[in-house]
């Protein structure tokens, strides 16, 4: 069965650029609740252990870079089909290819700096959330 939670971060770029305000107002009328909240800075060590799957990708060293260049803004949301239903909203990983009217389509800078994350399942929503958030953070 499909999990109701999802995770996501608003990524540097998307910060820096002033986007927070406009991007929680696309997830919360699209029908996502945010049941935990938290503006934040990520380390070199957090975000080597939470893309620690791209580990051996060309890219690693620049996404670490990006990733603890600036705050972000994390949150836990919750909706019917949250993960699949947020990677729709969110939009395809290369803002080039993004659907018309996503968050990244919208707000993305480039490859790398692509405004936003969504978890890719339920399990590392379950993860992902856990690594930002206590138990009694979320709500
Ligand atoms: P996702 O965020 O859409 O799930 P992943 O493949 O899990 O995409 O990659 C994690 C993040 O790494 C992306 O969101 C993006 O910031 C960065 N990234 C992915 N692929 C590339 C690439 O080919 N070049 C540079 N950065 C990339
Ligand atoms: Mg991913």
Do not use: C, W
């Not at 820096?16 to 800075?41: D, P």
């Amino acid at each position: 069965m499909a999990s109701n939670r999802t995770f996501t971060m608003i990524k540097p770029d998307a910060v820096r650029n002033g986007h927070i305000g406009a991007i929680l107002e696309q997830i919360t009328v699209s029908g996502f609740k945010i049941v935990a909240l938290k503006m934040t800075q990520l380390t070199i060590k957090d975000a080597e252990s939470f893309y620690a799957i791209h580990k051996e990708r060309p890219f690693y060293g620049e996404l670490v870079a990006y990733m603890t260049s600036g705050a972000i803004v994390a949150a836990i949301l919750e909706k019917e089909n949250a993960v699949e239903d947020f990677r729709t909203l969110v939009g395809a990983t290369n803002p080039e290819d993004a659907a018309e009217g996503t968050i990244r389509k919208k707000y993305a800078t480039s490859l790398t700096e692509n405004a936003i994350h969504g978890s890719d399942s339920d399990d590392n929503a379950a993860i992902e959330s856990a690594f930002h958030f206590s138990f009694r953070e979320q709500f």
